[in-house]
């Protein structure tokens, strides 16, 4: 055995390990994931400058506007991989960041998916924030079975199994201090504290200028986005999620934990929102802590002319 396939077998004994434990307390679904995060970050700990090289660059439809593959990504993808298909094998589709889709089509039993790092660029530049990994299962229907979403500098973790969403802190191995969240009770726009991704400066300048009608009437914006938006409002730190041309993987990767929570999820029209198997489909969701909440911004989003700007348009036609 190579030294790689033993690094291999190593890995997925300690995941089968975890897996089972973490199975134990909160159901097969949720050990999966709980085990593949847990695994995933601590080889993004271990990884160092190998982590920030860029290893491939995507051509193609998939991801044009994304098309580089550092080490991180590669990394946690393979490890999420390996996981997935040694539990599963093919009974799965798998849809994840680099990799696109796996799988048959119509002949699966789960779909998983996995944003596997989230935060490259940031983490390129060495800066310790918004670096996250994830992974969540849904049956073959579309019913959401369970979610991980983890804060890799911090060790944190939100999740979710087909009942309950919860917190907790990644430990030696083990999930500790957990405790069951739920979103806040805020029901005023002018108190609420909303979150929506900005930080790249061809998507902050149009979204500033678009949404400045519903933006300059809350308190405060976390410029964040993506899977982590939604375990924010899940566990209460924020009010008001905007996913805006959001891709399927950073949404679906981390949306039971908000459903699972209480949090209100629905496109911007208000239609309800439910598993799709397309990984090319770009999303603008609007996940909120209340009912009352919701039906406040979705009346601002309805007084935006915003399917017709520039910036969305094609996206808008295309789905």
Known sequence: MSEQEQLAQQQWEEFEA????????????????????????EIIHSLGEKGRQVVAVRSGEYRPWDPETIGVDEAAEGYFLQCINRHFGEKVAILSEEAGRRGEEGKVEYYIVSDPFDGSLLYKRRIPAFWYTTLAIYSASGEPLAAAVCDVPNRTVDFANEEKAFTGRFAEGEVVEVKEVHPADTTDIGDAVLETYMMKV???????????????????ILPNGGPAGYADVAKGNVDIYLALEEAHIENFSSLPIAWRAGAVVTDFDGHPVTFEDDIHKRYFLLCTATEALHEQVLAEIAKIDWKSHPCYREIVEEG
């Open 18 to 41: 975890r897996r089972k434990k973490f199975a134990a307390c909160y159901g097969e679904h949720a050990g999966f994931v709980l085990a593949g995060v847990y695994g995933s970050m």
């Open 202 to 220: 061809p998507r902050m300048y149009p979204a500033s200028e678009v949404w400045k009608p519903l933006l300059t009437r809350v308190k405060f």
